[in-house]
């Protein structure tokens, strides 16, 4: 059976503080591993999809890397405005992507 | 812009009653779309998988007499919960898969707010 681990599940840091989230996955077959954000009351928002091991992407202060068992989303000087869950999901073959619980990222001032 | 729009954002009734909850793709034609449900603090869990075209199917577990899904177009999915009850009050949410943008994306809605008094 396909998981998504993330960890941690929540995370508090100071503004500028520059941290990683952890993203474990056991997906057989994987066609891309991907990245989320979501703000509350909200849908969650695409950020990165990774294909395969050795694969980086980045957008403003996020950088999402993939190993042949886990994806790290990097967060380089993190701004308040960055506080939000951050969702990892895999997916194989054809099927729907299998979500983590997510990390709940909070950037104190 | 949302490529994915989801309506309504927020909708109370009363227990017994039967909600729409409409789901559409804005720029690009998706024969597959996702409904998920969010409880607070909790990942999404996928309830059914919409096939334009074709019947939707239905995780383990969730009602599929409970909760219709019609995708009868290729940028339209409608979730449908019939006679809500207050254990149906939850978040629910959208998606739909584009892949022709040379990558894989999964686009997802606004977001349902279902409170059933």
């Known amino acids: 059976e396909d998981q998504v681990t993330q960890s941690p599940e929540a995370l508090r840091l100071q503004e500028g503080e520059s941290s990683s989230l952890n993203c474990s996955y056991t997906v057989s077959g994987l066609r891309g591993l991907f990245w989320y954000r979501q703000d509350p009351g909200k849908g969650p928002e695409f950020l990165f999809t990774?294909?395969?091991a050795g694969e980086e992407k980045e957008k403003e202060r996020l950088k999402a890397t993939l190993t042949k068992k886990e994806s790290f989303l990097h967060i380089t000087a993190p701004k308040p405005e960055d506080s939000a869950t951050y969702l990892c999901a895999g997916g194989s073959g054809n099927t729907p992507l299998v979500f983590g619980k997510g990390t709940r990222l909070s950037v104190i001032a | 812009g949302a490529v994915v729009s989801q309506h309504p954002s927020r909708v109370i009734c009363k227990s017994g009653t039967s909600v729409k909850i409409e789901c559409r793709s804005l720029?690009?034609?998706?024969?597959?779309m996702f409904w998920y449900r969010q409880f607070p603090k909790q990942s999404l869990m996928l309830m059914a998988t919409s096939n334009e075209g074709s019947k939707a199917t239905y995780e383990q577990g969730v009602e599929k007499d409970k909760f219709l899904i019609n995708h009868a177009s290729l940028t339209l999915s409608t979730l449908t919960v019939t006679s809500a009850h207050p254990e149906d009050s939850s978040f629910y949410i959208c998606?739909?898969?584009?892949?022709?943008?040379?990558?894989?994306?999964?686009?997802f809605g606004s977001g349902t707010q279902l409170s059933v008094l």
């Open positions: 998606s739909a898969r584009d892949t022709g943008r040379g990558e894989e994306k999964l686009f």
């Open positions: 720029d690009f034609q998706a024969t597959t």
């Open positions: 990774l294909y395969s």
